[in-house]
């Protein structure tokens, strides 16, 4: 099925360890985006890549980091995983110009204890 | 400083009844303005946009006003079903190089009774 796929759906963590949340787009959309959702916090962007080979920080860039792979593909790093980072992560990909094209995956749960 | 705004965090209705979610916007740079719908356990989908030339969009039973000198938009659901039951989101952008990142507000979580 054409979308985003997200993995994994979830994840559990202790403070410290580091994971890769990663990110996969077949509609050969040029633009990606990190999104994490918290209980009354709504959706705030982390990185964004307008298009491969590109990454800027969003609004909450601190304690991640992102890799464009290919036009396909973009990865969610957290080196040192904090109890602050338990939320849900959200990846989205958008064409180019065209403003109502995003596409959101079905997120990743993580949890760090 | 929060640029979009709901204010409400929940709303509930009777079936057939109509909803009304708001949203208030501080940033005049916003051109482009988008609810999305999500469900637990799902990602966000597209529901209705409206550009800031533009006062109103509908598309069949959701219609969003716009309201440029009060920065404040509404959905409108019409009637309302249970199946639109979930939390709505307001999301906003803005053009000039912006590479047309949303922002979010924070969502209102719409409860339709049977």
């Known amino acids: ?113 | 400083d929060q640029q979009v705004k709901q204010n409400s965090p929940s709303l509930s209705v009777q079936e057939g009844r109509i909803s009304i979610l708001n949203c208030d916007y501080t940033n005049s740079m916003f051109d482009y303005f988008l609810w999305y719908k999500k469900y637990p356990a799902e990602g966000p989908t597209f529901l209705i946009s409206i550009s800031s030339i533009k006062d109103k969009n509908e598309d069949g039973r959701f219609t969003v006003f716009l309201n440029k000198s009060a920065k404040h938009l509404s959905l409108h659901i019409v009637p309302s079903q249970p199946g639109d039951s979930a939390v709505y989101f307001c999301a906003a952008s803005g053009s000039g190089g912006s590479n047309y990142k949303l922002t979010f507000g924070k969502g209102t979580l719409l409860t339709v009774n049977p």
């Open chain 1, 1 to 113: 099925n054409a979308g985003v796929t997200q993995t994994p759906k979830f994840q559990v963590l202790k403070t410290g360890q580091s994971m890769t949340l990663q990110c996969a787009q077949d509609m050969n959309h040029n633009s990606m985006y990190w999104y994490r959702q918290d209980p009354g916090m709504g959706l705030r962007l982390i990185y964004y890549s307008a298009s491969e080979g590109t990454t800027d920080k969003g609004e909450v860039p601190n304690g991640y980091n992102v890799s464009r792979l290919n036009k396909r593909e973009f990865s969610l790093r957290l080196e040192s995983a904090a109890p602050s980072q338990t939320s849900v992560y959200f990846c989205a990909s958008r064409d180019r110009g065209y403003r109502n094209g995003y596409t959101f995956g079905s997120g990743t749960r993580l949890t760090v204890v």
